[in-house]
């Protein structure tokens, strides 16, 4: 039976860093896996941006039909696949944006589980304690920027508007009662659950955890990269572009700034290889080639992102 793997908890909780050490820890143990990035174009369960504005009972039928596409043409591919954020985040939190009640919610859970009782679904279910505590955590380690989106974003959603949340406070607020439906929706589950307290112990202890439950190897996510210490340090530029990159070489591994989103100015990078990256927590990964006098003079850049994959940068030099 296929394996299908549901990734769940609250923005910065770690949904695609553990989605991404599962697609690799898959690969490791020699079966053929999937990973649906929560941000990839594309994603076979997003919503269409058309359905915004639907009433709630037609984006109920919308969402369902979108599950029923998604277990034709997906599940039959792989040994497993991964979806980190596709059934709360992509779905269930669209549904209360639009004011939709919190019981015909729940039914809708259900309804997708039924639509997958052929497949071996594991639930993972990240959870961070206190909601409003979390997401206080996340705007400080994430800025006054991401904070700011996210609270103008839930501020102006039907379901925030009917509540009378407004300002950071109801931003705080809407996280919270969106962590309550999700915590009632996993509690009824009958989907393998498989629960992180996020708080409660190292991330190496997690991913024993689930190296565990789900009978894979054990992929070390360390971010050590010794192998390339002083040779891929630098500014790179885009080509015919005027995007310009920084690759930062700290105690022992490396960052990359301004390459991904405007909310996530700079990433850890895992080292995949002698000459290639992946960026935790993200499906995009850098292949530096093109070494003279022990520097690399060109990264090439790999993603599901339309806007990164294929993109080549050159090593901006001093003359």
């Known amino acids: ?38 941000l990839s174009e594309h994603h076979p369960l997003t919503l269409p941006s058309c359905e915004g504005k639907s009433s ?20 039959s591919e792989y040994d497993a696949v991964i979806i980190d954020s596709g059934f709360f985040q992509k779905n269930i939190l669209h549904l209360m944006n639009v004011n939709i009640g919190a019981k015909i919610i729940q039914n809708y859970a259900s309804q997708v589980e039924a639509l997958l009782s052929d497949c071996d679904t594991h639930f993972i279910y990240l ?39 407004t300002g950071l406070e109801g931003c705080l607020n809407y996280w919270t009662d969106y ?17 992180i307290g996020v708080n409660t112990a190292p ?13 894979v190897s054990h992929v070390d996510n360390s971010k050590s990269s010794p192998v390339l210490s002083g040779q891929v340090s630098g500014d790179y530029l885009m080509r015919n572009s005027d995007i310009r990159v920084n690759i ?6 490396f960052t990359v ?44 850049v790999a993603s599901s992102w339309n806007q990164l994959n294929g993109r080549v940068f050159d090593r901006v030099t001093l003359s």
């Open 257 to 300: 700034k301004n390459l991904l989103h405007s909310l996530e100015v700079e990433s850890v990078l895992i080292p995949d290889g002698s000459n290639r990256f992946f960026i935790r927590g993200h499906d995009v990964s850098l292949q530096f080639e093109e070494f003279r006098q022990g520097t690399a003079h060109v990264m090439k």
């Open 127 to 165: 959870d961070e304690g206190d909601a409003q505590m979390h997401m206080r955590r996340v705007f400080q380690a994430r800025g006054k920027r991401f904070q700011n989106v996210l609270t103008e974003w839930t501020n102006n959603t039907d379901y925030s508007t009917s509540k009378g949340y």
């Open 56 to 75: 709630g009972s037609h984006l109920l039928l919308v969402s369902v039909d979108i599950w029923k596409r998604f277990i034709r043409s997906e599940m």
């Open 1 to 38: 039976m296929k394996k299908l793997i549901l990734i769940e908890g609250l923005p910065g909780s770690g949904k695609s860093t553990t989605a991404q050490w599962l697609h690799h820890s898959f690969r490791k143990s020699g079966l053929v896996s999937r990973w649906f990035y929560e």
């Open 248 to 253: 930062t070489e700290k105690s022992g591994y």
């Open 179 to 195: 962590k309550d439906l999700c915590d009632r929706i996993y509690e009824k589950s009958q989907f393998r659950k498989i629960e």
């Open 203 to 215: 991330w190496a202890e997690h991913y024993q955890t689930l190296s565990r439950a789900l009978q």
